[in-house]
Each structure stands twice: as C-alpha cells, then as structure tokens.
C-alpha cells in the first residue's frame, strides 16, 4: 500500500516558462511583500513575510524567487538556473520549483520557442 511518487515532468531545453495572469498577480504580491519587509530590520521579518506570502498562493518561499526571475518574460529552465545560482539553487531546486508553480497555475508551460 505504498503510493508511488508523482512522475517528474521532462522538460525540453528549449522550453519557455512565463507567467499566468494569476502568476503575475502572484509575482506582484511577492515583490510588494518584500518590499514592505524592509521597514523592519532584521532577517525575521523578511522570512515571515515570504511564509506568509507562500501559505497564501500553497507554495514554498523561496518560489517567489523563481516567480520574479519569470516576470521579467518567458525564460528556459537553463536560465532560470543561471539566473539563480547566485542564491545557492541548483538545477533540482529550479526543476522542484517550476512544477510547483505549474501546478499552481501561476506559470504557464505551454509550447517551446527554438
């Protein structure tokens, strides 16, 4: 009676990630919490607002970052792990934050741009 882990999405190179309409509202809400984040000092209210932020949307934290990098237009896997890599995620990070937002419906998927 063991369930079976959900099947890991292939995504082709070539594929582009950019944002629902909800996903941009998404990213909005981020970039604005963060913002308001900083009238307190400290780390503490920063990652408060992040949680908050992603319990709202049913996703982790740190998916705001990927959100952000997609606001910017449509963008590769390989992109988004560049873009990031500087924050210390690593390509199974992206893989794991693609899906979820996927899955929220807050990023759309749908085709591929050579």
């Not at 950019?18 to 604005?32: P, V």
């Not at 606001?71 to 990031?84: E, F, I, M, R, S």
């Amino acid at each position: 009676m063991f369930d079976d882990p959900p099947a890991r999405r292939r995504w082709p190179r070539s594929q582009r990630f950019s944002l629902s309409s909800t996903g941009t509202s998404a990213a909005a809400s981020y970039l604005s919490t963060i913002i308001a984040s900083r009238t307190e000092e400290g780390r503490a209210s920063f990652d408060a607002a992040r949680a908050t932020w992603a319990t709202e949307f049913h996703i982790q934290p740190d998916d705001g970052l990927y959100l952000a990098e997609i606001h910017g237009g449509p963008v590769t896997l390989g992109q988004l792990v560049d873009a990031l890599e500087t924050c210390g995620k690593t390509r199974k990070d992206a893989i794991a934050a693609v899906e979820r937002l996927v899955d929220a419906g807050l990023v759309d998927a749908s085709g591929s741009e050579a």
